[in-house]
Each structure stands twice: as C-alpha cells, then as structure tokens.
C-alpha cells in the first residue's frame, strides 16, 4: 500500500501550484466551502492513480485545492463509505495519501442522525468522540511502521485545541452548535429504533455511517482532527416521518452556509 500512496501523493504535487497544509472532508449536500477558495484547482478522483471512486449522490469525487483565509487547503469533495463495498483501507486511502502531502490538521465533516433530542435538523455538532459500530477498521492487518504505530492512541481522537477553536469561532459568529459524540454505524440502512434505542444507551449523541475510520487513520498517521457533524434528520424513533436520502441532502445544503462560515474562522485560526 505504501508505494500506492506514494504514486497518489507524487500525481497530485506534480499537479499542483500550492502545498495544502490542511484538508476538509466534506459531507453530503456540504459543498457550500467550496465557493470561499480562491486560486483553485481541480483533480478529479478518476485521474489519480489508485484512488476509489465515489458512487452517493451529493459526493461530487474531485479534491478542490486552493487558498482559503490565506491557507492552502485542500477539500475531498465527497468520501468513500465501507457500505459501498470498499475495504476500511480504500475508504481511507485519502487520508494515507494526505499524510505524505504534508499535511497535518484534517477536518472532517458529514451529514448524520441526531439523537441528542435537544437538537434539530440543521444543529451543527462539534464531535467530541466517537463509538466504532462497524465491523472493522483501517487499522487491521500487517502495520507500515512508515506510517504509524501498530497501536495508536485514542485519548484525544479529535483535537482540544481544534474543539476549543471551533467553539470560539462558533460563539463569535452566533452559529447555534451541539457537542456530542458520534457513533459510526455501518448502514447503508436508517438504523431501526431498536439500534437507536441501543446506540443511544451506549453513549452516542448522533448516529452516521462516515467519519470514524477516517478518524482513526488520520489519529494512526500523527494527524490533527476536527469533525463537525451537521444534524439533517432525527434517528428513526424520534423522527415522526420517514427517512429519505433526499431530505437529507436538503436539510445539508441549508445548513451548509452556517457550515461554510465555521470553517472558515476556523481555518483562520489554525497553526
């Protein structure tokens, strides 16, 4: 996999004017970022060796590079998912491929399930942990000690210091958020009310099917991490309709432009 990554990473600097320093993920229907980037180029997934390809809607598969509040960053707009048949290491090869860019402070976003009754669709959830509900992850199998310990720490899976920066930039721009933690379920089903029910009795706050293995890949590779889930419906037995992906997505793009406005302040502040 190591030489893998290393064509990925060589294909993209080769492509590049900029030298990304951070990297967002973006979620379903999250795309609003994207309009704040300035010098942009554009790598389409299906160009870079190696690399998967998205196959959900609302994932446009391009990584989107340019200057954001005076930064190089680089955005995955759109992610893999294991239910999509990927192995936890091709749904994580991105994140590899980040590391040998150079880059060290990920921020991860996706489009979930609230639990937390207190929240609402739209509620963004500054991710203060996370529950592995899938059935592996990237981890497993022979370690690359070229890129990270055979067992790696999980005390501080996402950053204090990022949290506490996106707090800061949350409360100075008035954009109502949620702390919580979030349980990566593996779908591609709306979990049942029983599993939310048992989700909930375990300690998760959300429920989505994204965003943990590329939280423990990017905590494996010495890497940064903030995620920030953007609550688009209710879990099944505290929503009182049906779920459906489209409403999903459009409950997303509402909330991208609060979402958008955060990142950026963040982004500000990053070192």
Do not use: W
Not at 7 to 19: D, F, G, P, T, V
Not at 31 to 59: C, K, M, R, W
Not at 104 to 127: Q, V
């Amino acid at each position: 996999m190591y030489d893998k990554v290393v064509q990925s990473a060589e294909y993209i600097k080769n492509r590049l004017k900029l030298s990304p320093e951070i990297a967002i993920v973006l979620g379903s229907g999250l795309g609003d970022l994207v309009d704040s980037l300035t010098e942009t180029e554009i790598i389409n997934y299906e160009d870079i060796p190696h690399f998967p390809q998205s196959t959900v809607a609302g994932h446009a598969g391009r990584l989107v590079i340019g200057k954001l509040k005076g930064k190089s960053v680089l955005i995955m707009q759109g992610r893999f998912h294991f239910f999509e048949g990927y192995s936890m290491k091709e749904v994580t090869y991105p994140v590899f491929v980040m590391k040998l860019l150079g880059i060290s402070n990920l921020i991860l976003t996706n489009a979930c399930g609230g639990i937390k009754e207190s929240f609402s669709p739209g509620t963004l959830m500054l991710i203060e942990d996370f529950i592995n509900l899938m059935p592996s992850n990237p981890l497993i199998g022979v370690n690359d000690e070229r890129f990270g310990p055979r067992f790696p720490d999980m005390t501080e899976p996402y950053n204090l210091e990022l949290l506490q920066v996106a707090r800061n930039a949350a409360e100075k721009l008035s954009i109502p958020y949620g702390e919580g933690v979030y349980a990566g379920f593996q779908g591609p089903y709306y979990e049942t009310a029983a599993e939310i029910r048992m989700i909930r009795n375990h300690g998760a706050d959300a429920v989505g099917m994204s965003t943990v293995p590329e939280t423990i890949a990017a905590n494996y590779l010495g890497m940064k991490v903030l995620g920030i889930a953007c609550i688009t419906n209710m879990a099944t037995g505290i929503q009182k309709v049906k779920h459906s992906h489209e409403r999903v997505i459009e409950i997303a793009k509402k909330a991208s432009s609060d979402l958008s406005l955060l990142i950026n302040a963040v982004v500000e502040e990053m070192k």
